[in-house]
């Protein structure tokens, strides 16, 4: 209890030198990813915002038992830094560095320490840029030649200009559960990304599917 109340003194005292230039991503309404080394992750919406101070509801993927968790944070250091402070259950202090569309640093919860990354999506492009077959609350196959075969379906969650979240479910590895995944048309080229197990997807769209490599290495294809 005394080294957290030490930590928290010392994020209220980073948190009283606060500037008033908040990232971009630090902004009401905005709902941003976020992973840990502990491998937990989850969702952090951003439900106020007052000048440099924001409050935060988070959502653990791997603990839903603990339903919304509220955060309090402040942006630092003239808007490179932000402090993160968890006052309930697990008494935890993030601290990171801002960089445009993410946050990188160190998480201390009691006597452990992890790494995380909070990212947001980046703005849709001006122009209207088809997500197809990527269309909110669709279902679609996917399959690729990775340890031997796997294969399993992906439901669109949402689309935004450009971009487009999935949850993805593989039938050779059904413990899994759901695993979270982000997308983006780029340049006329379909980009995936796992973030918990660090893959990338990039493939090109055909004739109603998704075909191309995982980390350069294996094969998929996504259809209808």
Do not use: C
Not at 22 to 51: C, E, F, Y
Not at 201 to 210: A, N
């Amino acid at each position: 209890m005394k080294k957290w109340l030490t930590l928290s003194i010392v994020s209220l005292a980073l948190a009283s030198s606060a500037s008033a230039q908040t990232p971009q991503m630090i902004k009401r309404g905005n709902v941003l990813s976020w992973s840990a080394s502990s491998g937990h992750n989850g969702s952090m919406k951003i439900v106020s915002v007052d000048g440099a101070f924001f409050e935060v509801e988070q959502s653990n993927d791997h603990n839903r038992a603990a339903g919304i968790v509220r955060l309090y944070g402040a942006v630092v250091e003239n808007g490179h830094r932000i402090v993160l402070i968890n006052v309930g259950q697990w008494k935890e202090v993030w601290e990171g560095e801002v960089s445009r569309n993410e946050i990188s640093g160190k998480l201390a919860a009691g006597s452990s320490s992890y790494t995380f990354r909070i990212t947001s999506f980046r703005e849709p492009v001006a122009e209207t840029v088809s997500t197809a077959p990527f269309v909110s609350g669709r279902t679609l196959k996917w399959s690729s030649d990775a340890a031997g075969g796997q294969n399993g379906s992906l439901y669109v969650v949402a689309t935004k200009g450009s971009t487009f979240l999935l949850e993805q479910r593989n039938q050779q590895n059904a413990s899994a559960g759901i695993t979270k995944l982000e997308g983006e048309i780029k340049d006329g080229m379909v980009y995936i990304y796992n973030r918990k197990w660090n893959e990338t997807w990039v493939g090109t769209f055909s004739r109603g599917s998704v075909s191309g490599k995982i980390n350069n290495r294996y094969s998929f294809r996504i259809s209808e």
